[in-house]
């Protein structure tokens, strides 16, 4: 007897587990339960156009000698001069900052033998006025300049326009929005969301070797056109739909 009380103990246990267990993983799948808020999210963008008040002229000198020793000394000789003739039109010398020196063997025809050496050392002068710019590089010509990267044209504050072309790119992004939700049947709601792109500034315009120094040593100054720099903000705005 005690042999099938055991037996019918262990029966009701099992049972009692079997429909415990359906009970928890019931109460486990209910809790996620829920509704998804409607939004709209669109992408907002403005342009800004702004005519450049400063550039930057790279100038330098190139020079060449039988020994490394000779052709650094004589690049520093002109190189001298050069920066002398620009501060003396009345460029700042905060405004003048050496880019790179350099100095290396030039070879022959075959390559391995060398015949000399060059060196080059650059400067970048920062024009706060750009109609300047060509009779900046014509008088550093003449005092010697044979080397230029370019000019660089650029905003003196990166930052003008920003807030208002923030707004328009808002306004943009709330057309399309409003676009958006007249379609799907709603209206737009409060702002639940606004961040800030990052189209950031425009890179700052460059013009060429040929364009810094061509024409440099024509009786007339040399001709710059300064372009007009173009800005583009982004903003992702998300609303709710009612």
Do not use: C
Not at 62 to 81: D, F, P, R
């Amino acid at each position: 007897m005690k042999r099938i009380g055991y037996i019918s103990a262990g029966v009701v246990l099992g049972t009692i587990v079997a429909l415990t267990l359906p009970s928890f993983a019931q109460d486990t799948g209910s809790t996620g339960s829920g509704t998804a808020d409607r939004t709209v999210t669109v992408n907002g963008t403005a342009t800004i156009k702004s005519k450049p008040d400063e550039a930057v002229v790279a100038l330098g000198v190139q020079t060449q000698a039988n020994t490394a020793q000779g052709a650094l000394s004589e690049n520093a000789t002109k190189m001298s001069a050069l920066i002398a003739s620009l501060m003396d039109k009345g460029i700042a010398k905060d405004d003048i900052a050496t880019s790179y020196v350099s100095i290396y063997p030039t070879y022959g025809n075959s390559g391995t033998a060398i015949t000399g050496y060059q060196a080059d050392n650059q400067v970048n002068v920062t024009l706060h006025d750009i109609s300047t710019v060509g009779e900046v590089i014509d008088d550093a010509v003449k005092a010697g300049a044979n080397l230029s990267n370019g000019i660089t044209f650029q905003l003196s504050d990166e930052n003008q326009g920003v807030n208002q072309a923030l707004s328009d790119a808002v306004d943009n992004a709330r057309s399309k929005a409003e676009a958006l939700a007249a379609a799907g049947g709603a209206q737009l709601g409060e702002v639940v969301s606004i961040q800030e792109g990052s189209s950031g500034s425009t890179p700052p315009v460059y013009y060429g070797r040929d364009a810094a120094m061509g024409g440099a040593v024509a009786d007339s100054p040399t001709p710059i056109q300064p372009p007009t720099l173009e800005t583009q903000v982004s903003v992702t705005v998300t609303w709710a739909l009612s």
